[in-house]
């Protein structure tokens, strides 16, 4: 199993973050999943068509740097982990399932 990692830098004015929620702004999970997707080699003819399982651990802030790495599992899943600042500390983990565009 090969392992892969990636940073990204959230927008400190991401704008899904002004209404989610007022005062205290966090990162809508559908942008960070969005943000993992992003990071993923694949060829042009690849989609994401399956998120297997996501957990939510913490919240994630706008402007956070997010830690990004994965393992490409035997069965042909993706497994992922996204952390902010310390990788003992995860915001997100899961599993994901890629397929040929067609």
């Given at each position: 199993m090969a392992s892969h990692f990636a940073e990204r830098t959230l927008p400190a004015d991401e704008p899904s973050a002004e209404g989610h929620f007022p005062g205290n702004p966090i990162i809508p999970g559908a942008i960070l999943l969005r943000e993992i997707v992003s990071v993923l080699p694949t060829d042009k003819g690849a989609i994401c068509c399956e998120i297997?399982?996501?957990?939510?651990?913490?919240?994630?802030?706008?402007?956070?740097?997010?830690?990004?790495?994965?393992?490409?599992?035997?069965?042909?899943?993706?497994?992922?982990?996204?952390?902010?600042?310390?990788?003992?500390?995860?915001?997100?983990?899961?599993?994901?399932?890629?397929?040929?565009r067609g």
């Amino acid at each position: 199993m090969a392992s892969h990692f990636a940073e990204r830098t959230l927008p400190a004015d991401e704008p899904s973050a002004e209404g989610h929620f007022p005062g205290n702004p966090i990162i809508p999970g559908a942008i960070l999943l969005r943000e993992i997707v992003s990071v993923l080699p694949t060829d042009k003819g690849a989609i994401c068509c399956e998120i297997s399982s996501a957990k939510f651990l913490r919240p994630v802030r706008p402007g956070d740097r997010l830690a990004i790495a994965w393992q490409d599992k035997a069965d042909g899943e993706i497994g992922f982990v996204c952390s902010t600042g310390n990788p003992e500390r995860p915001v997100l983990v899961g599993t994901l399932r890629l397929r040929a565009r067609g």
